[in-house]
């Protein structure tokens, strides 16, 4: 291995950071940690027409959110053009690659004559030797590399294991186009050398890709990079991973109210594991990760797993850490403007005490917000309609009954409540659930809550004495 293990995430700037994206980045994250190394970020930006700088800050972000950091700025591929063209007329004085000629109507010839032969489309090397001084006039020629036409490439693949290619396959491909662009072949291979990639770890749908840019390498005597290439992700019925799966943008998950440290959780274990561990922190995952123990095999995307997943890392949480990482998400959760607009520092006070009873029924952020939204809420609450329905006269008659025994408390806190409902439920022959679920509803609005005692002492005395008048007048 390398003195320094230089990981790269080369994303193109075509979207938003997608789930499959996102996993990339986290594997070159976590092998980079794990061996003292460090992360680059190259912005594939060649694909003019469809590359587009807010898709590059989309990226940047997603990357930021999730907290997979890299070293120095991001690379534009695009940008490192001249130097790319400078490696083909390298390649080409070398006589490791030349100039060919052949037109539009030569090369559709090719390939038409090689489908009814029942060969593979290929360039037949028609100009690989001879003399450019042939060359038609007016002509602008590509660059092709000259490929090895006998034997194999075999790509030694840390995932893959070695995968053999036949040289007859690889063809003499293009490496710079007649209006002196470079291809996505050369640049990729040009852009790993000069930023000292050493561990090339990206999607199977490379595999290809990486035989081609092993000829590259060779051609020029550069070393090749240690190469992983880890299977796709799939949906829950085994097909391509698509947006009804679930193949959104990370900033769709942050929207959903998912923890970053939870999704990079689930996005490890989607390919990688470690034993029998499925609830991981980011240090585990840093410390235990290696590319030799990346599955072979598809992984498949279960957002329901995703869920339980993140309800686990939620209830994990310190109760401070949960609400500022709430607060701090507060601006992208579809529900999250009403609680922003009304966090006060009471409020704030209050939605950190109400943390423990809160966190244990939410999977999400948004579903921890929206049971927090009880203590917004303004007097007179609406009620939704299974509160509604529990709130009947016998349930107002019993409200009624407690109410003074509440205006009596000497102490406001859950233990004494509790014990004032106890007592009254003994006293009356009742039910503790009698009691509680028409005090819930009359206090939140809802059927269900945190602890209705929890909601007592949270919301405080006067709060709740209002909502309980409130229901019973």
């Given at each position: 291995?390398?003195?320094?293990?230089?990981?790269r995430f080369a994303?193109?700037?075509?979207?938003?950071?997608?789930i499959?994206?996102a996993?990339?980045?986290?594997?070159?994250?976590?092998?980079?940690?794990?061996?003292?190394?460090k992360?680059?970020?190259?912005?594939e930006?060649t694909?003019?027409?469809?590359?587009t700088?807010a898709a590059t800050?989309?990226?940047?972000?997603?990357l930021?959110?999730?907290?997979?950091?890299?070293e120095?700025?991001?690379?534009?591929?695009y940008?490192r053009?001249?130097?790319?063209?400078?490696?083909a007329a390298?390649?080409?004085?070398r006589?490791?690659?030349?100039?060919?000629?052949?037109?539009?109507?030569e090369?559709?010839?090719?390939?038409?004559k090689?489908?009814?032969?029942?060969?593979p489309p290929?360039?037949?090397?028609?100009?690989?030797?001879r003399?450019?001084s042939e060359?038609p006039a007016?002509?602008k020629?590509?660059?092709?590399?000259?490929?090895?036409q006998?034997?194999?490439?075999?790509?030694?693949d840390k995932?893959?294991?070695?995968?053999r290619f036949p040289n007859k396959d690889?063809?003499?491909f293009?490496?710079l186009?007649?209006d002196?662009g470079p291809?996505?072949m050369l640049?990729?291979v040009v852009?790993?050398h000069?930023?000292g990639?050493?561990?090339?770890i990206?999607g199977?749908?490379?595999?290809?890709?990486a035989a081609r840019?092993q000829?590259?390498y060779?051609?020029?005597g550069?070393n090749v990079p240690?190469?992983?290439?880890?299977?796709?992700?799939h949906?829950?019925d085994?097909?391509?991973?698509?947006k009804?799966?679930?193949a959104?943008?990370?900033?769709?998950?942050?929207?959903?109210g998912y923890?970053?440290h939870?999704l990079?959780?689930?996005?490890?274990r989607?390919g990688?594991?470690?034993?029998?561990?499925?609830?991981?922190s980011?240090?585990?995952?840093?410390?235990w990760?290696?590319?030799g123990d990346i599955?072979k095999?598809?992984?498949?995307f279960?957002i329901r797993?995703?869920?339980?997943?993140?309800g686990?890392?939620?209830?994990?949480m310190d109760?401070?850490?949960?609400?500022?990482?709430l607060v701090?998400?507060?601006?992208y959760l579809?529900?999250?403007?009403?609680?922003a607009d009304?966090?006060?520092?009471?409020?704030?006070?209050?939605?950190?005490q109400a943390?423990?009873?809160?966190k244990?029924r939410a999977k999400?952020?948004?579903?921890l917000?929206d049971?927090?939204?009880?203590?917004?809420?303004a007097?007179?609450l609406?009620?939704?309609?299974?509160a509604?329905?529990?709130l009947?006269?016998d349930?107002?008659a019993?409200?009624a009954a407690?109410l003074p025994k509440?205006?009596?408390?000497?102490?406001?806190?859950a233990?004494s409540?509790?014990?004032?409902?106890?007592?009254?439920?003994e006293?009356?022959?009742?039910?503790l659930?009698?009691?509680?679920?028409?005090?819930?509803?009359?206090?939140?609005?809802?059927?269900?809550?945190?602890?209705?005692?929890?909601?007592l002492?949270?919301l405080?005395?006067?709060?709740s004495?209002?909502r309980?008048g409130?229901?019973i007048?």
């Open positions: 291995m390398p003195d320094t293990v230089v990981t994303p193109s700037p075509t979207g938003f950071l997608h499959g994206g996993r990339t980045a986290l594997f070159n994250w976590l092998y980079a940690r794990h061996t003292g190394g992360m680059l970020l190259r912005i930006d694909d003019r027409e469809r590359s700088d800050a989309a990226i940047v972000d997603g930021k959110w999730l907290g997979l950091d890299w120095g700025a991001p690379v534009s591929q940008a053009a001249e130097r790319h063209r400078e490696v390298e390649l080409v004085a006589g490791k690659a030349y100039y060919c000629y052949a037109s539009q109507e090369l559709t010839e090719m390939r038409e090689a489908r009814a032969e029942g060969r290929r360039y037949d090397g028609r100009w690989r030797d003399d450019p060359a007016g002509v020629p590509v660059v092709r590399i000259k490929a090895p006998e034997g194999e490439t075999i790509v030694h995932v893959q294991g070695d995968v690889l063809d003499d293009v490496i186009r007649s002196g291809t996505y640049a990729v852009d790993d000069d930023m990639v050493t561990h090339i990206r199977d749908d490379h595999l290809t890709n840019q000829i590259i060779e051609a020029m550069w240690v190469m992983a290439h880890v299977p796709l992700i949906g829950p085994g097909a391509k991973l698509s009804r799966h679930g959104l943008g990370a900033e769709a998950y942050r929207a959903m923890l970053p939870a990079c959780n689930y996005l490890a989607l990688w594991s470690h034993g029998d561990d499925e609830v991981m980011i240090d585990d995952m840093v410390s990760f290696d590319v599955n095999g598809a992984a498949r279960d797993k995703l869920e339980a997943l993140n686990i890392h939620m209830r994990q109760d401070q850490a949960l609400f500022d990482a701090a998400t507060l601006p579809e529900n999250g403007g009403q609680l009304g966090l006060t520092e009471e409020r704030k006070h209050q939605l950190l943390m423990p009873g809160l244990e999400t952020l948004v579903e917000a049971s927090a939204a009880f203590l917004f809420a007097r007179p609406s009620l939704d309609e299974k509604a329905s529990i009947e006269a349930s107002r019993l409200l407690i509440f205006e009596a408390a000497s102490t406001w806190d233990e409540l509790e014990q004032i409902v106890r007592e009254y439920a006293t009356n022959e009742l039910k659930g009698k009691i509680a679920q028409p005090l819930r509803a009359a206090l939140t609005g809802r059927a269900t809550s945190p602890g209705v005692f929890d909601v002492a949270v405080g005395r006067d709060e004495l209002g309980i409130d229901q007048d």
